[in-house]
DNA sequence: AATCATTGTTACAAAATTGTTACAAAATTG
DNA sequence: CAATTTTGTAACAATTTTGTAACAATGATT
């Protein structure tokens, strides 16, 4: 399995330590730097999203991101920056979005995740095929190996189930009809409605916690979302 | 053709430099002030769009608005409040002045830019979707979803509720009569004429502000307007 | 064959939605 | 302004849609 891997420059080095620790709780592979020009020693291009501290040395976030934006193979990386606490800047806090994102010092580790795995959706990073697997936080889905795991653990789907599951992570945010859902994980196949009401109950159920992203629209469908 | 310019004027430093670092990378150019003041001293009409803290030194965000509006050259430029305050009131003000849009903080750096697309979009002409999104100020409508927002917050419509809603929103300006949007929103179900108006009634309520836009044209139908 | 996991179907309960009606309010018309 | 038409809307009823347990059918495995 390969892990998303999180570059996080800031100077102060506990809170460095801090996201370190829970990122990589929640799954990820984390690099951490005191400042700018220490990770301009990295290569960039191996990262899928950068946590930037604004205020920083002689370098800024700013700064340092800049150069990101311009190097071709870095162009396109995520980047979240956060800031520290000045009154005003509190206004900004709150909210999860996509693309990149703004944290405003002192956030809550909730809060950081939130906002990874909101920047990870909207870029489209976790549904790179390259390996088959499709993830959404710790859930994840390899497709070659047909397998599903929630952080590590393996959760047994049936057939249908994985198939079912793995369309709608793939469409995530878009709400399937039953017909939709019917075509690719029945290939065409036709039974009833029900048929894919019962599944995604029985699916549900296995799912813990992750089984409440799978969400109904009555009158529309089935849906995966965050 | 020139870049689209954006002014943006925020006595939050910090935030400017995150807008105009995210609305350069999305291709615009982009200009920042501190205080309206400052921003007075620059020429105003070549900006094709402003960006305006409502809460602002000595003379806020409307009062920079209303100069604006009633210098001939500058009369139609599209504005973008932002504000800590979510008031309804202030909402009300600035959208009296002619306020294209509103975001309230927190905003995400996603939301404006979407909030700035919607509204070039518009001052275009080009109203319309794209990728099944219809959207009026901070209402959305994504049709894949099939999810209705108000400023990112959900707004749960029924079925019926949000196919009579993305009709009117994409007739926007037209008045649809009860048979129009019989044939659109029941395929050509016959229900009773009243059942419209109820449905309708029912949406009003759930859209708040935005209801009010729902406009009834007696003896003629209904219709979406600004 | 016996056992087991998977899958589809059915039936009923629960939830959500939609439609209808009745009366009040508003708009229009004579 | 009174009469008439049209619309607003609360309240209720009917219908549709979904959740889910239970069971049956299928096919795989031992």
Not at 130 to 147: A, H, P, Q, S, V
Not at 190 to 213: C, F, P, S, W
């Amino acid at each position: 399995m390969s892990k998303f891997r999180i570059l996080v420059v800031d100077d102060e080095e506990s809170l460095c330590e801090i996201l370190k620790f829970n990122l990589e709780r929640a799954g990820y592979d984390v690099t951490t730097k005191h400042s700018a020009e220490s990770a301009l020693a990295l290569n960039l291009a191996e990262f899928d999203l950068m946590i930037l501290d604004v205020m920083m040395g002689e370098l800024s976030g700013f700064g340092l991101a800049k150069i990101v934006r311009e190097r071709e193979d870095t162009a396109t990386t995520p980047i979240i920056f956060c800031s520290a606490l000045d009154g005003e800047n509190d206004k900004i806090t709150g909210l999860d979005i996509g693309a990149d994102d703004y944290i405003s010092k002192p956030f809550s580790v909730a809060e950081v995740l939130a906002r990874v795995r909101s920047v990870m959706r909207r870029s489209g990073r976790t549904q790179q095929t390259d390996e088959g697997i499709i993830t959404y936080n710790t859930l994840e889905l390899n497709t070659m190996r047909k397998r599903c795991t929630i952080a590590g653990e393996e959760i047994l789907l049936t057939r249908k189930e994985f198939e079912i599951l793995a369309l709608l992570l793939k469409s995530r945010g878009t709400i399937l009809s039953r017909e939709q859902i019917m075509q690719y994980a029945w290939s065409g196949e036709v039974v009833l409605d029900r048929t894919i009401d019962v599944n995604i109950t029985r699916m549900r159920k296995k799912l813990g916690e992750y089984g409440n992203n799978i969400i109904t629209r009555t009158g529309y469908g089935y849906g995966f979302e965050a």
